[in-house]
């Protein structure tokens, strides 16, 4: 099973032409079809380990959070961009 979740990591990354993919949208994506979050996750840091995928920057997002007194603030958040390594 690990070596398909690797075989349809590296393709789904190498489908986007170039164009790094957000980690969260990847393993979205690959849960739809039926893998746990927890096996993507693992499968694409065992990728970047053996250099197969590289990050290719990161996406910044904002993110507005009650406090636990109820007031709102923002949170900076970064999500890895994924690329296959031949792309980089």
């Known amino acids: 099973m690990a070596d398909d979740l690797t075989r349809r990591v590296t393709a789904r ?3 986007e032409a170039g164009r790094p993919t957000p980690m969260g949208a990847l393993v979205d994506a690959l849960v739809a079809e039926g893998a746990t ?3 993507v996750e693992r ?3 065992t990728l970047l380990a053996s250099g197969r995928v590289v990050l290719a920057g990161f996406l910044a997002r904002k993110v507005r959070r009650a406090d636990a007194r109820g007031a709102r603030s923002i949170h900076h958040t970064y999500e890895p961009l994924l ?3 031949d792309d980089a």
Do not use: D
């Open 13 to 15: 990354l190498a489908a």
């Open 37 to 39: 979050p927890e096996a």
């Open 43 to 45: 499968a694409v840091w």
């Open 83 to 85: 690329a296959p390594a």
